[in-house]
């Protein structure tokens, strides 16, 4: 596993293990391994990009790092006619693969990240809060 997915692992894990002290990190760290890593093609979808715009803090850092000619260091001089893969970012889709950039620098993955895993994880509270 490349390190940078690690790094992105280790964020969210901390994240959801803060977020809800009550469950056992080993359920936490389960879906999130199965939601990043196991099966994000199941979870994902380009929709999700496009309803969520407001996750990009359009900081440029995916075009920096693309070391792309039409990044003028602060944003795109060609913004109408970039390519698909540009407007998809952070989802990705190679062949039948489908999922999600995980990178610890690009908020919009890190929330989308937290939005999917956080809905996968609502179920075992609700459940937990039952009584018996
Ligand atoms: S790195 Fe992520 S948050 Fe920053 S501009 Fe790119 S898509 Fe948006
Ligand atoms: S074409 Fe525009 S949006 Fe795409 S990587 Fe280059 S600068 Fe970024």
């Known amino acids: 596993m490349p390190f940078s997915d690690i790094q992105f692992i280790k964020f969210i894990l901390k994240f959801f293990n803060d977020k809800y002290p009550q469950l056992s990190i080993d359920l936490i760290s389960d879906i999130i391994e199965e939601t990043l890593i196991g099966a994000p093609n199941l979870f994902f979808t380009r929709e999700m990009v496009l309803d969520n715009p407001d996750f990009c803090l359009k900081c440029g850092f ?3 790092e693309l070391e792309c000619s039409n990044f003028n260091g602060e944003s795109c001089d060609d913004y109408e006619n970039r390519s698909k893969v540009c407007r998809d970012y952070p989802f ?31 179920p075992y509270i609700d459940f937990d809060s039952y009584e018996i």
């Open 92 to 122: 990705y889709e190679i062949g039948f693969d489908t999922g999600i950039s995980l990178d610890v620098q690009c908020n919009f993955s890190i929330k989308l990240a937290e939005m999917v895993i956080d809905k996968r994880i609502k």
């Open 62 to 64: 995916c075009c920096r």
